[in-house]
């Protein structure tokens, strides 16, 4: 007999997403899923739309073309900024640089949001704050004010502050980029706990080693297009399209060798063919 059971919808659908700037063409027709409890990184060179589809998502960016679904929300057809609002409510998002309010405490930062744009309770809202923050290890910080933190420190707080919107969702643009080698491992560390609890989160990352330890699925992108997705196994182990596994050797540390050129007057062997003279 078939089989009853159903698949679950996906928390976040991408459905032949394009956008452009002017005559360049930034997507061009992406397919994405997200599932709920599930973490997604989405790899790629420089410049291939990763961070403009987390752009997408969150209706920062409008697509000219397809369709976006966060939950039951259409995000492609908000027209209002209080109905981008609305969903933001649900989805957090973490950016390269961390975005704290300068003239607020660490509490403060974390506070502001849920009593303002939610309706908490002083109290309750203080509450949370000071439990996110000691999930991040920051809550030693709560008087600190970000001028007086490392780089590190400032992105973890800002981890909490999102989680303090208590999201659905939560989007990581490449957040370890602008820290230093000694403070990305603390930042890993947390995403790492909150994927381990479940939480739905995608991340834009050039952590190749983090991505394939912590990632359910993985899409390679390249030009604005998908060129491969998969299992975190499938895309680092077996993958199947040669530029991905390109891209892996130079992002994994081995560029490998260029085949060698017929003739090659730059090659070391063949130089005794040519009179130097210095």
């Known amino acids: 007999m078939p089989s009853t059971e ?23 027709g992406i397919d994405l899923d997200v599932h709920r409890g599930q973490a997604v990184s989405i790899i790629g060179p420089s410049g291939s739309g990763k961070s403009t589809i987390l752009r997408c998502i969150t209706g920062l960016l409008q697509p000219q073309r397809g369709s976006i679904r966060v939950g039951t929300t259409e995000v492609h057809t908000l027209a209002q900024e209080a109905q981008r609002i609305e969903l933001r409510k649900r989805v957090g998002f973490v950016f390269q ?32 704050a000071r439990a996110l923050l000691a999930k991040v290890r920051m809550e030693h910080k709560a008087d600190a004010y970000p001028g007086q933190l490392s780089g590190g420190q400032q992105q973890r707080v800002a981890i909490a502050r999102a989680l303090a919107m208590r999201p659905e969702l939560i989007l990581f643009d490449e957040v370890t980029s602008a820290l230093d080698p000694e403070t990305v491992g603390e930042v890993l560390t947390v995403i790492r706990e909150l994927t ?53 050797r130079h992002a994994l540390g081995d560029p490998g060798r260029r085949p060698p050129i017929a003739n090659d007057p730059y090659l070391l062997s063949n130089l005794s063919r040519y009179s130097l003279s210095v």
């Open 6 to 28: 159903t698949v679950a919808e996906p928390l976040v659908s991408l459905r032949d997403l394009h956008l452009s700037f002017g005559n360049n063409s930034v997507l061009k």
């Open 97 to 128: 640089q961390y975005n704290l309010f300068p003239h607020l405490s660490v509490l403060e930062n974390l506070v502001i949001a849920p009593r303002k744009v939610l309706g908490r309770n002083r109290i309750e809202a203080e509450k949370d």
């Open 196 to 248: 381990e609890e479940g939480m739905t989160c995608v991340l834009v990352t050039h952590e190749m080693r983090f991505a394939e330890e912590i990632s359910d699925i993985v899409y390679f992108t390249e030009h604005g297009v998908i060129v491969e997705h998969g299992s975190a196994t499938q895309i680092f182990q077996h993958p199947t399209s040669e530029r991905t596994q390109e891209f892996l």
